[in-house]
């Protein structure tokens, strides 16, 4: 047999058939489903009389529209398209007897987290969600990522997807990192060095000793954002790391079947000689603790670095460099430490895992937000917001000063109470920095936890490793 990448393996594992032009159709193993780009297709099936084909693989949770103040049980706090599509979720979730975790379940929280922590996610399966960073569970060595609307009916009709075979991307970063650097500035890097188009037609596997080092955790992170760079999908091989974390999880497997579960997964790693169609390789000690400047992902820099100047790029970047700067009220050649900011955001399903929340906690110990700024922490899930109280996290966010919130996605879009007034500057762990993504006319930079509260302490775009 011919050496098969990781995403071979799993692809060839689910083809239920394949034409002459080399579409195929896939089995899906795990759909998630949120209240954003749900509806209609659950509107489709009501409409053409279907049912969900396998509802036992069908998870869904409220997490974008959902407030998270404490208050939040109170509706009005929602605009009335967000009640509406929340109220959906709860209709369609019973009507059609899927796995439901309403608002008012500890166990609530943003799709990407709550699937990884219920044990839905699992090595080697397909997973999909009308959610483009479905890419976050490819750190179990499953093959997954987003779908659209009309495709999230049909794997709710059909547990089923037509799709094409993508290129195979090989990542890998050497080594060890250097303090202070994380998972999120590993993926950032990445990035900064591929563009965001640099994965088109691509599913990337992350290896090296830097990524082995990871936490299953940053393993999350660093896929969460493989959208970003434009991939189909990130993956990263399984290992004791990823059995560890999956054993003893609600819907993990158990008994013999966990054993015959693990066989297979010690089956899943590229094998030497696979055909790669891109390779990348990186050393860890390169990477350094990374900052945004514009309004692209791909606009990062370490943060000892200046505001680029436009003319420094090539093509058509120069232009866009000139107006990201302008949106971002900035100037060329200011340092990037000397931005002062008024808000930071800590949460998203790029860093709102409980190490995320240790890691921002470890920087705040014992300091003070500065006076005036605006900050807060949304754990990713109701129980990772738990455990955070359990381990004396959320005093020392409060004692900071910081807002301790319930579980959502929150301010990492705007599409719930929690955004930017036009003008306000925040250092946010989240994986887009768009214009308008948190607040019209916001302005946002994507950090680490750790660079986030050391902002929150100094009012400025901070070098975590001043406050370590
Ligand atoms: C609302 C949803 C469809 C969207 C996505 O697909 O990613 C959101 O989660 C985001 O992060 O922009
Ligand atoms: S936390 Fe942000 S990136 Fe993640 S699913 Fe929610 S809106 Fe999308």
Same mark, same amino acid.
């Given at each position: 047999m011919s050496p098969k990448t990781l995403y071979d393996?799993?692809?060839?594992?689910?083809?239920?058939?394949?034409?002459a032009d080399g579409t195929c159709l896939l089995y899906i193993d795990r759909h998630l489903v949120h209240e954003v780009t749900s509806p209609q297709a659950f509107e489709g099936l009501r409409m053409a009389g279907r049912t969900v084909r396998a509802p036992d693989k069908t998870i869904a949770v409220p997490d974008h529209n959902?407030?998270?103040?404490?208050?939040?049980?109170?509706?009005? !706090?929602?605009?009335?398209?967000?009640?509406?599509?929340?109220?959906?979720?709860?209709?369609?979730?019973?009507?059609?007897?899927?796995?439901?975790?309403?608002?008012?379940?500890?166990?609530?929280?943003?799709?990407?987290?709550?699937?990884?922590?219920?044990?839905?996610?699992?090595?080697?399966?397909?997973?999909v969600c009308g959610d483009s960073h479905t890419a976050?569970?490819?750190?179990?060595?499953?093959?997954?990522?987003?779908?659209?609307?009309?495709?999230?009916?049909?794997v709710l009709a059909t547990q089923t997807l037509i799709q094409k075979k993508s290129k195979n991307f090989k990542v890998e970063i050497t080594g060890k990192l250097n303090p202070g650097v994380t998972a999120k500035d590993i993926t950032m890097h990445i990035i900064g060095e591929t563009g965001t188009a640099g994965g088109t037609g691509y599913v990337i596997e992350y290896c090296g000793e830097a990524i082995r080092d990871l936490s299953m955790e940053g393993r999350m992170?660093?896929?969460?954002?493989?959208?970003?760079?434009?991939?189909?999908?990130?993956?990263?091989?399984?290992?004791?790391?990823?059995?560890?974390?999956?054993?003893?999880?609600?819907?993990?497997?158990?008994?013999?079947?966990?054993?015959?579960?693990?066989?297979?997964?010690?089956?899943?790693?590229?094998?030497?000689?696979?055909?790669?169609?891109?390779?990348? !390789?990186?050393?860890?000690?390169?990477?350094?603790?990374?900052? !945004?400047?514009?309004?692209?992902? *791909?606009?990062?820099l370490p943060i000892t670095a200046t505001v680029p100047d436009p003319a420094s790029f090539?093509?058509?970047?120069?232009?866009?460099?000139?107006?990201?700067? *302008?949106?971002?009220?900035?100037?060329?050649?200011?340092?990037?430490?000397?931005?002062?900011i008024d808000t930071v955001f800590i949460g998203s399903c790029t860093n709102g895992r409980i190490e995320d929340l240790r890691a921002a906690?470890?920087?705040?110990?014992?300091?003070?937000?500065?006076?005036?700024?605006? =900050?807060?922490?949304?754990?990713?899930?109701?129980?990772?917001?738990a455990q955070a109280e359990e381990e004396g996290l959320a005093d020392i966010f409060k004692d900071a000063g910081f807002e301790w919130r319930m579980a959502g996605c929150s301010m990492c879009l705007a599409m719930n109470p929690d955004q930017l007034a036009e003008g306000e500057r925040c250092a946010s762990t989240s994986n887009r920095n768009f214009e308008g993504r948190q607040g019209y006319k916001?302005?946002?930079?994507?950090?680490?936890?750790?660079? =986030?509260?050391?902002? =929150?302490?100094?009012?400025?775009? !901070?070098?975590?490793?001043?406050l370590m």
């Amino acid at each position: 047999m011919s050496p098969k990448t990781l995403y071979d393996k799993i692809w060839d594992a689910h083809v239920a058939d394949e034409s002459a032009d080399g579409t195929c159709l896939l089995y899906i193993d795990r759909h998630l489903v949120h209240e954003v780009t749900s509806p209609q297709a659950f509107e489709g099936l009501r409409m053409a009389g279907r049912t969900v084909r396998a509802p036992d693989k069908t998870i869904a949770v409220p997490d974008h529209n959902v407030p998270t103040t404490l208050d939040r049980a109170n509706a009005e !706090t929602m605009t009335e398209d967000s009640r509406i599509q929340v109220e959906a979720l709860d209709t369609n979730a019973k009507e059609f007897g899927i796995h439901y975790y309403p608002v008012s379940d500890v166990r609530q929280g943003i799709v990407h987290i709550v699937g990884p922590e219920q044990g839905w996610t699992l090595p080697g399966m397909t997973v999909v969600c009308g959610d483009s960073h479905t890419a976050t569970h490819g750190a179990f060595g499953a093959l997954a990522h987003g779908i659209g609307t009309s495709e999230v009916e049909h794997v709710l009709a059909t547990q089923t997807l037509i799709q094409k075979k993508s290129k195979n991307f090989k990542v890998e970063i050497t080594g060890k990192l250097n303090p202070g650097v994380t998972a999120k500035d590993i993926t950032m890097h990445i990035i900064g060095e591929t563009g965001t188009a640099g994965g088109t037609g691509y599913v990337i596997e992350y290896c090296g000793e830097a990524i082995r080092d990871l936490s299953m955790e940053g393993r999350m992170t660093v896929c969460n954002m493989a959208i970003e760079g434009g991939a189909r999908a990130g993956l990263i091989a399984p290992d004791e790391k990823t059995y560890a974390y999956c054993k003893g999880r609600p819907n993990a497997p158990t008994g013999a079947e966990w054993g015959e579960a693990q066989a297979w997964w010690e089956t899943l790693y590229s094998d030497e000689g696979a055909h790669w169609d891109l390779e990348l !390789t990186i050393k860890g000690e390169d990477i350094a603790p990374s900052v !945004t400047w514009g309004t692209s992902p *791909e606009d990062v820099l370490p943060i000892t670095a200046t505001v680029p100047d436009p003319a420094s790029f090539k093509g058509g970047k120069v232009d866009a460099a000139a107006r990201s700067i *302008e949106y971002m009220g900035l100037t060329a050649g200011q340092k990037l430490t000397d931005i002062e900011i008024d808000t930071v955001f800590i949460g998203s399903c790029t860093n709102g895992r409980i190490e995320d929340l240790r890691a921002a906690a470890e920087i705040l110990k014992g300091k003070k937000v500065k006076d005036g700024m605006r =900050a807060m922490v949304v754990p990713g899930s109701g129980l990772v917001r738990a455990q955070a109280e359990e381990e004396g996290l959320a005093d020392i966010f409060k004692d900071a000063g910081f807002e301790w919130r319930m579980a959502g996605c929150s301010m990492c879009l705007a599409m719930n109470p929690d955004q930017l007034a036009e003008g306000e500057r925040c250092a946010s762990t989240s994986n887009r920095n768009f214009e308008g993504r948190q607040g019209y006319k916001g302005r946002t930079h994507l950090v680490s936890p750790g660079m =986030a509260a050391a902002a =929150a302490v100094t009012g400025h775009l !901070t070098d975590v490793r001043e406050l370590m």
